[in-house]
């Protein structure tokens, strides 16, 4: 199937298989995928690392905001990676998931991973997933996806997904994580995850994800005429 040069833009609440899919469709349609939680994920580890945010989730924004200057934080050979150590794996650990979105509150944080975004952006042909990519990061992306899904499915996707990984994952836990981070996205000043506009919702509580490239493909088909 042809597509032309586009920004696919996925967002939605926590664990409803964004990423999951937008590596589907990068590879479906050779685009680019930019994994935008994973961004904030890795300035929430360099900040509990760097005591920038205690154990009551207290920030310290300007000490962050001016360490960010020298944070080398970027996507290599499909990972994560600070400088060079791949942060891959810790990124997706329940201690950083209970820090970020508290961290992903914080305008100065949302500007330094906002610009990073932009710059991969420049060059179209890419899938972004995230809370706010349709809406702040590229209100213009041609293509936007909000994707949903019954919270015990997601919590038990992602309990299963940590336990393949060979992490502990308790359904409880990562139920409440998944629950306060959808509430703290909702609802904060800058950003807050919305639907945008002209958003397609994707519910995939009782999707393969065959189903959801099917999906989609009827929408391209349809959109773009090919
Ligand atoms: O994989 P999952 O959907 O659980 O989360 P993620 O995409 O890795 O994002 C982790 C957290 O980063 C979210 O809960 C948000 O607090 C924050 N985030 C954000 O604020 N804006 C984005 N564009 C992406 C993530």
Known sequence: MLIPDI??????????????FAKIIANEFSFLYLDSGALY????????ENG??????????????GALENLDLHFAAGGTFIGDRCIENEIRSLA?????????????????????LREFGSRKRVVMDGRDIGTTVFPDAELKIFMT????????????????KGME???????????ERDYIDSHREVSPLT????????????????????????????????
């Open 195 to 226: 639907q945008a506009e002209d958003a397609i919702v994707l519910d995939n509580s009782h999707m393969t994800m065959q189903d959801q490239l099917e999906w989609l493909k009827g929408i391209i088909a349809e959109r773009f005429g090919c």
């Open 96 to 116: 950083v998931a209970g820090k970020v979105s508290p961290i992903a509150t914080v305008a100065e944080v949302r500007n330094f991973v906002d610009r990073k």
């Open 169 to 179: 994952a308790d359904m409880e836990d990562v139920l409440r994580n998944l629950q």
């Open 149 to 164: 899904a019954d919270p015990l499915i997601r919590a038990q996707r992602r309990a299963d997904e940590m336990k393949a």
């Open 7 to 20: 920004i696919i833009a996925i967002d939605g609440y926590s664990s409803t298989g964004k990423s999951s």
């Open 52 to 65: 920038f945010i205690s154990d009551d989730n207290t920030i310290n924004v300007p000490g962050l905001s």
């Open 41 to 48: 994920r890795g300035v929430t580890l360099f900040a509990i």
